[in-house]
C-alpha cells in the first residue's frame, strides 16, 4: 500500500502522511489532485504532494484518507514544483503554500467544474433519427439538424440561429432532445493593430525576441509613459499568435479598469481577471479559464502568480518595484520573486517592467542575471517635466497649501490644465489633542494615534481598523477645546473647496473610492480633460494615465524623507518620480513642485539633480557598503503574542540555540520590539538575520526554522519567518 504525502493547511511545517482512501484506484492518485483527510477532529482539503513506499510513522498508525476529490491533478508539473520550491524557500507550511494555487470553493473541498455554458443535446432517441427527419414542423427540423452536427450547442448559439426556447421545448417533450451544460471551447485569439513601435520600443522588442521563448529574465526600465506597456502588448501579441497564454501580474485592484481596456481594445482574446474585489463564483471561473486553458491573457494582482494555466508562454510583471507584490503577512512572499522562478520552471520568458526599478532588480541586472533594457523617452511627443522645491519654511500656508503652489494651480487651471495635489495621509488630520490637558487621542490597541475622520463623524485607527465616535470633550479632564494637528486629505479638500470652488475637484483615497467601478468612472471623467483639481494619496499615483495634467504638487515632501527603514530612501525615489510621472504625458510641459522645510535635504536635493537611474546607482553602492540587499540577504522571525515577554523570550531562546549551529557569516540582531510594539492588541518583537550570501541564508532559514518548530512556545504565541523583508 502506498504512503500519501499530504501537503495540509495547518501551522505545521512539515508534510503529512496517510493512506488513500479504501476503494481508491491507486492510478488516479496523481500529484495536486485534493484529498478530504480526517485532521484531528476535523475534515480538511488536503493536497497530494507524493508518494512514497515508507512512512517514518508505524504503518498501523496511519489514516486513511476519506475521499479523493480529484480523478486528475489540478496543477501542472511546473506549478507543483514552484509551489514545493516556495515552500522550501519561504519556509512556510507546505499546505498554506498549496493552497495558494487553489480558489476559496476548492480549498473548501467543492468539486471541480468546467466552465460551462448551458446547452442542448440529442437524446438516445433523438441520435437514432435520420438526416432530414420531422420535415411537417420547419424550425424543429431546423434544431435538429443543428443538435446533429454537433454533440452539443449553447443556448446562446441556438438563439443566434434562430431556434426558440419554445421549439427546443417541443423537442425535449417528444423525448428527443435534453438540456446539458457545454463545456467552452478554446477559440484562437486575435490581435489588432499595433502602434508603430519607436525606436526605442524597436529595439527592445528585436533584443526580447532574439532572446528565444525559452526562459529568461528581462528588466525594462523605462520612464514613466515611454511605452512599456505597448511594448508588453506586442509581446504578449507573438506569445498569443503562438497558442500559448501570458500572465500579467499588476499592482493593485485600481489599475485593472484602465489596464484592462487597453487589453481589450488590442485583442480579440478571453481575458481572465484576478483581484480581490471578486465573488467566489467571479474568482473560480477566471481561476477555470485560465487553468483549462480557454483564457488567453490573464491578468491579476499578487496571489495571481499561483493560478495554474495550461500553455504558459510568457509573464510580465508590471511597476514590478510596488510593494503591494509583497504578502505582508501568512504566507509572506514576493509575488515578483516567485514570478521569475515561475518562468524558470515553466521555461517561459520574464518581463519585469518599472520606470523606477527595485534596487533588487536592477542589481541583478547589472549583474548580468537579466537582461536589461532601458527607455529613456517618453513615446508620442511628451516631454519628462521639470522638478522644483518650494521651500515653505516661514510661508504662510493653508490647508498645508503655500502661496507659490497656489499661484502655479491657478495658473494651471487658468489655462485650461489639471492639477495633481498628492498628500500621502488619508482622514481630516492624523492626530486629536486636548489643548487645556495635552491628551491625545490614542488607540487602545495599537501603538498609534487615531486619526480624525471628519465627513464619518470617526476616529479611526489606520494600522487595526478600529473605529470610534468624534469625541466632543476630553476623556481626561472633559475641556471642550480638542484640536486637530496635521494635515489629512479631507481637510485640504474642505478648504479647496470653499478657496478654489470654481474648478471641479476629485478626491482618490481608499476612503473616497471604494471599488473598482468608482475608479473607473473617475479616470472617465478626469479624461474629459477639462480643468480640475485631483487630490489624492498613493493611490493616485500608480500607473494612471492623465493626459491633460501638467502640474503635480507634493504637498508634504517631509513626510518621504525621514525614515527609519533603510529603504526609505529608495521608496522615497520611487514615489515621487512616480507622482511625477503623472504630469504632462500629453501635449504640455509638466512641472512638479515640491513642498519642503529641508531644502537642502541630501535625499530631495539627489532628486532634485538626477534621474532615478542615477540615484538608484548611488543607494546601490551605499547599500553595498553596508552589506545591506541587495548586496547581503536578511530575513526576521517574528512573534506576536498577547503577553510582550512571551514573545521576546521566545526569540532569546531561539537565538541562542541558533548560535551554536550556525557557521560565522550569520549575524543575528536583537530579539528587539518591532517599529510599532503593539498592534491590534498584540506585541510584536522581531529577530533580524544578516548573512552575506544566498546560501547562508537558506541554511539560516532552515535552522531557524527547525529550531522554532522544536521550542516550547507559550500559549497563543505565533511566530513566523519573514525571508527578504520588505518592513523592517
Ligand atoms: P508606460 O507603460 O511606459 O507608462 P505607455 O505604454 O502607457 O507607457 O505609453 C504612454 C503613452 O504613449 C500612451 O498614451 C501610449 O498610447 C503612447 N504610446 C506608447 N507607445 C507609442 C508609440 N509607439 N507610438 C505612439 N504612441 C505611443
Ligand atoms: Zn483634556
Ligand atoms: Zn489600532
Avoid at 578 to 592: E, N, W, Y
Avoid at 648 to 653: A, T
Wanted: charged residues 20%.
Amino acid at each position: 500500500m502506498p504512503v500519501l504525502k499530504l501537503a495540509i493547511p495547518t501551522p505545521l511545517r512539515t508534510l503529512f502522511d496517510y493512506l488513500p482512501p479504501l476503494d481508491c484506484d491507486l492510478t488516479k492518485l496523481q500529484p495536486g489532485a485534493r484529498l478530504r483527510v480526517p485532521f484531528g477532529r476535523r475534515e480538511v482539503t488536503a493536497y497530494l504532494v507524493g508518494q512514497s513506499t515508507e512512512s517514518d510513522l508505524d504503518a498501523s498508525s496511519l489514516k486513511a484518507a476519506d475521499a479523493l476529490l480529484d480523478s486528475q491533478s489540478l496543477l501542472s508539473t511546473p506549478l507543483l514544483g514552484l509551489c514545493t520550491w516556495a515552500a522550501d524557500y519561504y519556509q512556510h507550511p507546505p499546505g498554506e503554500v498549496y493552497q495558494a494555487a487553489f480558489p476559496k470553493t476548492l480549498r473548501q473541498g467543492q468539486p471541480h467544474r468546467y466552465n460551462s455554458e448551458p446547452g442542448w443535446q440529442l437524446s438516445t432517441r433523438g441520435k437514432g433519427l435520420p438526416a432530414g427527419a420531422l420535415a411537417r414542423s420547419p424550425k424543429q427540423a431546423l434544431a435538429l439538424g443543428i443538435l446533429q452536427e454537433q454533440p452539443q450547442v449553447t443556448l446562446r448559439e441556438l438563439k443566434e440561429a434562430g431556434i426558440s426556447p419554445a421549439v427546443l421545448k417541443a423537442l425535449a417533450d417528444k423525448g428527443l432532445a435534453e438540456r446539458c451544460d457545454v463545456r467552452l471551447a478554446t477559440t484562437a485569439a486575435k490581435t489588432g493593430a499595433a502602434l508603430q513601435p519607436s525606436a526605442e520600443q524597436a529595439e527592445i522588442l528585436t533584443s526580447i525576441r532574439s532572446a528565444g521563448t525559452n526562459f529568461h529574465c528581462h528588466l525594462i526600465e523605462g520612464v514613466t509613459g515611454s511605452g512599456k506597456t505597448e511594448v508588453y502588448l506586442q509581446l504578449i501579441a507573438d506569445c498569443l499568435a503562438a497558442n500559448q497564454q501570458a500572465l500579467l501580474l499588476i499592482p493593485e485592484i485600481g489599475l485593472t479598469p484602465q489596464t484592462l481596456a487597453r487589453f481589450s481594445k488590442r485583442f480579440q482574446a478571453e481575458i481572465a481577471v484576478l483581484h480581490s474585489g471578486l465573488s467566489d463564483a467571479q474568482r473560480y471561473s477566471a481561476w477555470e479559464a485560465a487553468r483549462s486553458g480557454s483564457a488567453h491573457i490573464v491578468i491579476g494582482t499578487r496571489s495571481a502568480v499561483f493560478t495554474p494555466m495550461a500553455r504558459p508562454g510568457l509573464i510580465v510583471v508590471d511597476e514590478e518595484h510596488d510593494q503591494s507584490f509583497k504578502q505582508q503577512d501568512g504566507f509572506r512572499y514576493s509575488a515578483r520573486d516567485v514570478a521569475v522562478k515561475r518562468g524558470q520552471l515553466e521555461n517561459c520568458p520574464v518581463i519585469l517592467g518599472s520606470a523606477t526599478p527595485s534596487l533588487e532588480s536592477l542589481h541583478n541586472a547589472l549583474q548580468g542575471r537579466y537582461a536589461h533594457h532601458r527607455m529613456l523617452q517618453r513615446a508620442g511627443h511628451s516631454q519628462l517635466p521639470t522638478i522644483e522645491a518650494i521651500d515653505v519654511r516661514k510661508a504662510p500656508l493653508q490647508a498645508g497649501l503655500s502661496p507659490a503652489l497656489l499661484q502655479a494651480m491657478e495658473r494651471c487651471l487658468q489655462s485650461s490644465q489639471q492639477v495633481l495635489l498628492f498628500l500621502n495621509r488619508r482622514g481630516y488630520a492624523p492626530t486629536l489633542q486636548c489643548h487645556d490637558c495635552g491628551w491625545i487621542a490614542e488607540c487602545k490597541d495599537c501603538d498609534a494615534r487615531l486619526t480624525l475622520h471628519r465627513r464619518q463623524r470617526r476616529l479611526r485607527c489606520h494600522h487595526c481598523g478600529t473605529a470610534g465616535p468624534l469625541l466632543h470633550s476630553c476623556p481626561q479632564c472633559q475641556s471642550k477645546q480638542l484640536v486637530s494637528l496635521g494635515l489629512g486629505t479631507e481637510q485640504t479638500e474642505d478648504w479647496l473647496r470653499q478657496h478654489l470652488g470654481q474648478w471641479p475637484l476629485y478626491r482618490v483615497d481608499s476612503d473616497s473610492m471604494q471599488g473598482r467601478e468608482s475608479m473607473h468612472t473617475l479616470v472617465e471623467q478626469i479624461n474629459r480633460g477639462e480643468p480640475c483639481i485631483l487630490l489624492g494619496t498613493q493611490m493616485l499615483t500608480k500607473g494612471h494615465h492623465f493626459p491633460a495634467v501638467s502640474l503635480v504638487g507634493v504637498i508634504d515632501m517631509d513626510a518621504m524623507l525621514f525614515s527609519t527603514d533603510f529603504r526609505g530612501e529608495e521608496r522615497a525615489s520611487q514615489l515621487l518620480t512616480q507622482v511625477s510621472g503623472r504630469a504632462g504625458r500629453a501635449k504640455h510641459r509638466g512641472r512638479v513642485l515640491l513642498q519642503t522645510h529641508h531644502p537642502d535635504h541630501s535625499v530631495l536635493q539627489a532628486m532634485l539633480s538626477q534621474p532615478y537611474h542615477q540615484q538608484a546607482l548611488a543607494m546601490l553602492e551605499r547599500r553595498r557598503l553596508a552589506s545591506l540587499p541587495p548586496a547581503g540577504q536578511l530575513l526576521i522571525a517574528r512573534t506576536d503574542c498577547a503577553d510582550a515577554d512571551h514573545g521576546e523570550q521566545f526569540l532569546v531562546d531561539l537565538r541562542a540555540s541558533a548560535q551554536s549551529q550556525l557557521p560565522a557569516g550569520i549575524d543575528m540582531i536583537g530579539p528587539l520590539p518591532a517599529p510599532m510594539q503593539r498592534r491590534a492588541g498584540r506585541f510584536r518583537s522581531q529577530l533580524l538575520v544578516h548573512t552575506a550570501d544566498r546560501r547562508l541564508s537558506r541554511l539560516a532559514a532552515r535552522t531557524l526554522v527547525h529550531l522554532a518548530q522544536a521550542q516550547p512556545a507559550s500559549r497563543g504565541l505565533n511566530w513566523s519567518l519573514d525571508v527578504d523583508p520588505q518592513d523592517m
